[in-house]
């Protein structure tokens, strides 16, 4: 079974993945990027409401996932509102 810490290491491997791409691969980079947010999101969903389930409903919409987390935690990331 799954728990919380399965999306901060796949966030890490995305990351890592980034750090090794060409310079001139943007495309792929902000991919990466972009992915890595996203499993970190879920991350912190999941730890939330205890329900990774619910975090992968959220599919690619990483939008969707911060404002959940928002909701669910007023002070979530205040510095990045």
Same mark, same amino acid.
């Given at each position: 079974?799954?728990?919380?810490? *399965?999306?901060?290491?796949?966030?890490?491997?995305?990351?890592?993945?980034? *750090?090794?791409? $060409?310079?001139?691969?943007? *495309? $792929?980079?902000?991919? *990466?990027?972009?992915?890595?947010?996203?499993?970190y999101l879920k991350a912190a969903n999941t730890k939330l409401t205890g329900d990774i389930d619910r975090a992968i409903k959220f599919q690619?919409?990483?939008?969707?996932?911060?404002?959940?987390?928002?909701?669910?935690?007023?002070?979530?990331?205040?510095?990045?509102?």
């Amino acid at each position: 079974m799954h728990k919380w810490y *399965s999306f901060l290491w796949s966030g890490d491997e995305w990351l890592v993945a980034y *750090s090794i791409l $060409p310079l001139d691969l943007v *495309s $792929p980079a902000l991919f *990466s990027i972009g992915h890595a947010l996203e499993l970190y999101l879920k991350a912190a969903n999941t730890k939330l409401t205890g329900d990774i389930d619910r975090a992968i409903k959220f599919q690619h919409n990483i939008k969707s996932i911060w404002d959940n987390c928002k909701l669910l935690d007023e002070n979530f990331l205040p510095s990045y509102e």
